[in-house]
């Protein structure tokens, strides 16, 4: 068995998510991949379905009734991934926003090089991004900025969603104690594991928009992450105090 799954959540990705497949799976090293699919009206889930005879024993799906939101979906990958036994778990977009071929990068930052967990990252050296408009590379840079000022974590990109998780991370963050959905999750999953002193990686990667399917990015989501990183702030430090408070005591 791998010891590696690939968590890719899917919200009409009919056009993209069997070239993913193919493109994973002829990779030099074994990894598994977990769609879950949040009832993908224009088809997704019986795509998915239509290649598991293709690749037995390495494509599995969870199939969920409603869309509610990316971070749920990665927390019920996550408890899936645990729940059977593997030790590398990685959360990457169905999109071709981030390049299959560092999914061995990512591997290796942790089974080889000794890290917790390794980034897919776009702004650890420069600004690694493609087919963006200058607006939205500069709204999500500074949002990567004002996440690393306010919560104090020494990583350049706080938002990434290109990752890989040695098991036993995901394994000490309570899962079900993870407040956000949407693009503030990826934040407060970075934010425990600083927290909770494991050794994180930043791997540079070169991020490339979609160029087929439509973006998931909203202000809704957007704004979720930026109050939240303060609510994420103050509830830390309120915990830190009464931690101290009851030690002194």
């Not at 930026?226 to 103050?234: L, N, P, Q, R, S």
Request: charged share 25%; proline share 3%.
């Amino acid at each position: 068995m791998s010891k590696a799954v690939v968590v890719v959540p899917t919200y009409n990705e009919i056009e993209n998510i069997t070239r993913l497949l193919r493109t994973v799976f002829s990779l030099q090293r074994d990894f598994h991949i977990l769609v879950v699919d949040d009832n993908s009206p224009d088809g997704t889930a019986a795509e998915v379905e239509a290649n598991f005879k293709i690749y037995p024993d390495k494509l599995f799906m969870l199939k969920r009734p409603v869309k509610t939101g990316l971070g749920s979906a990665y927390i019920a990958g996550f408890k899936w991934a645990l729940e059977n036994g593997y030790d590398y778990i990685f959360e990457m977009d169905a999109d071709f926003s981030h390049n299959p071929n560092d999914l061995i990068r990512l591997f290796n930052a942790c089974h080889k090089e000794g890290n917790d967990v390794a980034i897919g990252s776009r702004y650890v050296k420069g600004v690694n991004v493609v087919n963006w408009p200058m607006s939205r590379v500069l709204l999500s840079w500074l949002a990567s900025k004002y996440v690393r000022f306010v919560m104090g974590m020494d990583i350049y990109d706080t938002t990434a969603g290109f990752i890989c998780y040695k098991r036993k991370v995901l394994q000490k963050i309570n899962l079900d104690n993870i407040r956000f959905v949407g693009y503030a999750f990826q934040i407060e999953m970075k934010f425990k594991a600083y927290s909770s002193n494991f050794k994180i990686k930043e791997v540079p990667v070169i991020f490339t928009d979609r160029t087929k399917g439509e973006s998931k990015m909203s202000s809704g989501i957007i704004s979720e992450a930026i109050f939240g990183v303060i609510a994420m702030k103050f509830k830390s430090v309120f915990n830190r105090k009464r931690f101290n408070e009851v030690s002194f005591n």
